[in-house]
């Protein structure tokens, strides 16, 4: 009797120590809502001894989490910068400021502006090579100066260059006048007359182009047609290498071409001459800069000719040592 009366306690405290999941965490923050129509757990005084672990605390626990992808802007939401200028834009008076200030002060106001925005006038002197030329057989100078005055479009060219022995006249000598005329952006078309002063008396017209070829080469080729009906070509190209801000290497090449032989000036037919040199200059300023260099000159074909008839060598080389300066 005492055994039947002690079963319904025993099995009421067992039921006490099965508890669902959700009534073990009671008291915990759970991140999931628990349901409406979940029961009241009821209180146990054992808890204390059965309760599980408790989880690592969530930083993220009860917060939003951002995105992670932006969302493509489509592009007819981004408004346009750019609007069509009004109806009546350009329709007023070409000369508005007339009412304003009267036709004879903005005529000098416009008379200045085009003056100051392409008809402005400039001039330079370039020295391109003042050198002195050591070589077998004897000492000799060289110059090659040109100068120009005029604006942006039009100029008045000035060139002169020569060679000779020291203590004997030159051996070449010209003068050249020209007008230059700018056939775009790096080129001008340059026309006029060239006078010989050393060998026999020559006067030419001349036409050529002056500029800078790409890659920064800057070329002066020209042809010459003489008073004696000799036609001639020169082509020069030389080319600026910055080593720093003031050590420049400058490689140059030059060939003269004859459509003719013209045995009193020691030319022949075709290739005439050709020169390839490399000068190595310090800029002191930008106006004024020393170099050294080393060049070989060959003549060919008939003038090779003709030079060896006279005595001299077809071919030389040249130390040179000079300066450079323009202002």
Known sequence: MRIRSALPGLV???????????????????????????????????????????PASDPH???????TMAMPVEESAVPSIETPPPPDAGSGPARAADAIWGADAMKASRTALAH?????????????RLEYRAHKGGDSYL??????????IDRLWIKSEGEGAFGEKPEDAEVQA???????????LQAGVRQDFA?????????GIQGLAPYKFELDAAAFVSNKGDVTARIEAELDQRITQRLVLQPRGEITLSAQDIPELGVGLGLDKAELGIRLRYEVAREFAPYIGVE????????????RMRGERAAATSFVAGIRAWF
């Open 178 to 188: 020209l007008w230059s005329h700018a056939i775009g952006a790096w080129f001008d």
């Open 296 to 307: 070989r000159e060959w003549r060919v074909g008939g003038s090779a000719d003709y030079a």
């Open 199 to 207: 060998g026999p008396d020559r006067t030419h017209a001349v036409i």
């Open 12 to 54: 009421i405290a067992q039921l006490a120590l099965v508890q669902p999941a959700w009534a073990q965490h009671a008291g915990h923050d759970m991140t999931m809502p628990e349901p409406e129509t979940a029961p009241e757990a009821p209180s146990d005084p054992h808890a204390h001894h059965h309760a599980e672990p408790e």
């Open 143 to 152: 110059w090659d100066v040109q100068g120009w005055y005029g604006g942006d």
């Open 61 to 67: 626990a009860g917060h939003a989490m951002p995105h």
């Open 116 to 128: 100051e925005m392409g008809a402005m006038t400039y001039s330079m002197v370039m020295a391109d």
